[in-house]
């Protein structure tokens, strides 16, 4: 043994001078980098919370290539505070209310910090238990805070999977769905499988279709409009289906979405899920944003009807304390996913995995590595408890409230759907800009410039919508940060941006 | 104002007691959270590598429900210490020689704490410029590390993104060829498109094949041997397109393999790739994890071709110092991948976008939300450098011939495929077995009864693979902890038990 015994002494690390794991080092960096991003906290509110960076402007100030030699954390921290902080939208600020939150919080922060720190690739159970059986444990725990039916436990037959997105969540149940047809009427009969939704539902669901091999012509996009507040109509929809039978079509899919991206509206779930049993589709309910609310007694009612669909999923990471990603889905035959995603080479078989006693989560989803992204759930769910959860959810929905009481006292504005949760979705009404002397007709577009103007101060990010053609600007609550001054001060902006687009 | 003015002054903020992201709290937590990791990062080695934990462990000492009251920092960790830990397969445990490598590191960990401290969600440009605007920066300098050719990179008119998994990466681009075949063929066409791999290729290409709605029937698994090393054939490759041409069929989409799961096979894909080119494949590269290698010269050949391919991929996340999940995609066409991929709803419409001076990253790939994970990239590439990440590549690979050295002189054993980076095929030979007085037939089975005795004992985790019928036992070199000295111990362990087994 003696060249080896040589090698041995001298190389006693494949690495150069320090491993890079090394955990002295890592304890320093690792409390240098805490500190970072609590002072970034402190300071958030102070950034343009929209981002005033031109396209490109990162290109030109960061090197053309790799450096060779290392650098620094504390240059590279400096880079970040320089360099990054400005090109940040930063969604944590307490005056960001567009799209729908990304609520953060140190529970959820700390979850993933240690799922990061244990690294592990659980795509099937043995390869970290742990990560399959915590995330078992949370979805059963989040459902029956939900109070999801039996049926989507694991206790009751079916089970939960923690996935990225809501576009993962949907592309898995219909390729689910897709397969269990095709199993029935044939290989070739896939150009006529038909996906059921509405003109609100998310575009996540078109994507998904395209991706899965659905005809784009056979997506049923179902109109809607504001006199039933932007609701999918069940008779519609019942006669859409027949007419496509009728057409030699095959239903397939219906998604029923509680609390629309553009306006937070609620498909009546009971009556469309009834359609769905009559034509035997896979229905999937996407709460992403809502669902969160359902753990409130007084939200729980939208679900009402949930227990005769086949999946549900919601964003922990939208309006749930959990960082980014983290959506949950629920589904009430497993194996119709375990059958279509599932994969089995040899280099991953394994006797748990023969026992049947097992989940492997990669037969789950569309992706075969996962991060145990249990661990952030399970620590808000400790860290805060049901009681606190609800009154989370609460707290933004009065703020709501409040923001829509404002914008009621000021006469030149609206409110142009009815409010469920916590966003308001209002203009510039249509006779104020007649009064101020404009066209009726630039109603939008005054709004569109309202929305500019505010997004170009910095001091606020607000978002829109087009709702049966009307231009709308959406006020999403659920940064974690945002206080009641936050709200005052933002609808002080707003009023005085209108101020000066009116009079231009 | 009355009202409203008197709510502001009761409730400042929406929350209870504290704030659920109180930048002290944080500070106080995140800095238990980094302790609690270093100390694991010191632990880690001594903790059975391959958890040995049962079925269903974890259901049975965890509550039924999340709690209704909160509960502490403190207890929860003492939960994971006590509860998760023993249910944890310890990827970043220097004894971890199984699948491929998770190879952490300071600074990939930094890079993921400081963007799921951002936690920003970005689908598009505006959400947080400079998310994607890193992405484009990141993806350009490894791009050159790797000598791609400049049409992969942002200067050339391809560029690269950051996915999650290559099962994302190969289904985004597969979706991409798919729909560019069927704008020529016509949309009903797709039972006739042909996807071509290896039976080597790793199960997540068929996987990806089945999700896009690619007729099960026509995934071409080609067979390779051990004469010729389990490499992708080119002229059987040719042999089956000109027969699927000839039956009708239209060849689509062909994956070429640098570095195989269970044997690190390297397909030759300068040959393979001019098959690609003469019946106008879409060709994707799979380098998951041999691809890192490449930045070091020695290695670059494996590559020679790539400037015919359409696609490239490496996970970060495997060998590359980058936590889970980074897989870096480069295309030299991205409106392939855009026009199968984008959406374009109203409520996402920007100036930003309109100008098309951006990338919208929402559009190169399956999910719309991201995570901002060019951070964690950047941040290894600069803490190391080219020159240390060279290093860190060859410490690995150099171990790993150590390795075969130890097998080669113990006569019982014999490495069975050729060594090209930092894994080792090896078994118990069939000589061994014979002359241990064992049928020839059982050499698989005794050699199956080794792998589960040394994961049994929890000192090493190594895995297996079926190679031409043949078990053999996978020593991947690749844990960021790992020394020479856990080769020698990890060596030993595997003698000792083999001589069991033997004499059983």
């Not at 969604?91 to 307490?94: K, Y």
């Given at each position: 043994m003696g060249s080896i015994g040589s090698l041995t002494a001298q190389k006693l690390t494949s690495q150069f001078p320090q491993n890079t794991l090394e955990p002295e080092e890592f304890r320093r960096q690792g409390h240098l980098m805490i500190d970072f991003l609590a002072d970034y906290y402190r300071k958030v509110e102070n950034y343009p919370v929209r981002s005033q960076v031109s396209p490109g402007y990162l290109r030109e100030i960061l090197p053309e290539s790799a450096p060779y030699n290392p650098e620094s954390l504390e240059t590279i921290l400096q880079d970040v505070q320089t360099k990054i902080i400005p090109g940040i939208t930063h969604?944590?600020?307490?005056n960001f209310f567009a799209y729908f939150p990304s609520s953060g919080s140190t529970a959820g922060f700390l979850g993933e910090m240690l799922s990061t720190g244990f690294n592990v690739v659980g795509f099937n159970w043995i390869s970290s238990p742990a990560a399959t059986e915590l995330e078992n444990v949370v979805t059963d725990w989040l459902g029956k805070m939900l109070q999801l039916p039996k049926s989507f436990l694991f206790s009751g037959g079916g089970g939960g999977v923690l996935q990225g997105t809501t576009c993962e969540a949907m592309l898995s149940t219909l390729v689910a769905a897709r397969d269990k047809s095709l199993r029935q009427h044939g290989i070739e009969s896939i150009g006529r499988l038909v996906v059921y939704c509405s003109d609100q539902t998310h575009c996540a669901l078109q994507k998904a279709a395209k991706i899965a091999g659905i005809n784009p012509k056979n997506i049923r996009s179902i109109r809607t409009s504001k006199s039933s507040t932007f609701q999918l109509c069940p008779k519609l929809l019942d006669s859409a289906i027949s007419s496509d039978i009728q057409n030699g079509l095959i239903p397939l899919y219906l998604c029923v979405t509680i609390g629309t991206t553009s306006s937070t509206a609620v498909d009546p779930l009971a009556p469309l899920s009834q359609v769905g049993k009559k034509y035997e589709l896979w229905v999937h309910v996407d709460a992403a944003y809502a669902g969160s609310a359902c753990i409130c007694p007084e939200f729980r009612h939208f679900l009402d009807g949930v227990e005769n669909v086949n999946s549900f999923s919601l964003n922990a990471h939208k309006w749930f304390l959990t960082t980014l990603d983290c959506c949950c889905l629920w589904v009430t035959d497993p194996s119709a996913l375990i059958k279509a995603l599932s994969t089995n080479p040899e280099y991953l078989k394994n006797s748990a995995t023969e026992s049947n006693k097992v989940v492997d989560y990669k037969d789950w989803q569309i992706m075969l590595s996962r991060r145990f992204r249990a661990l952030k759930l399970w620590f808000v769910l400790r860290s805060y408890g049901l009681g606190q959860l609800r009154e989370f959810i609460r707290g933004h929905v009065e703020m709501a409230k409040y923001f829509e009481e404002l914008v009621t006292k000021d006469q030149r504005f609206e409110v142009v759907v009815p409010r469920h949760f916590s966003m308001v979705c209002f203009r510039i009404s249509l006779s104020t800009v007649i009064s101020n002397g404009k066209k009726s007709e630039d109603v939008n577009e005054i709004n569109r410039k309202l929305l500019e103007s505010v997004n170009g101060s910095g001091q606020v990010f607000v978002s829109h919508a087009l709702l049966g053609g009307v231009y709308v600007i959406r006020f999403a609550i659920g940064a974690t940060l945002t206080y009641y001054r936050h709200i005052n001060a933002a609808w002080k902006v707003v009023q005085d941006h209108a101020g000066v687009v009116l009079e231009r």
């Open positions: 969604w944590q600020s307490p």
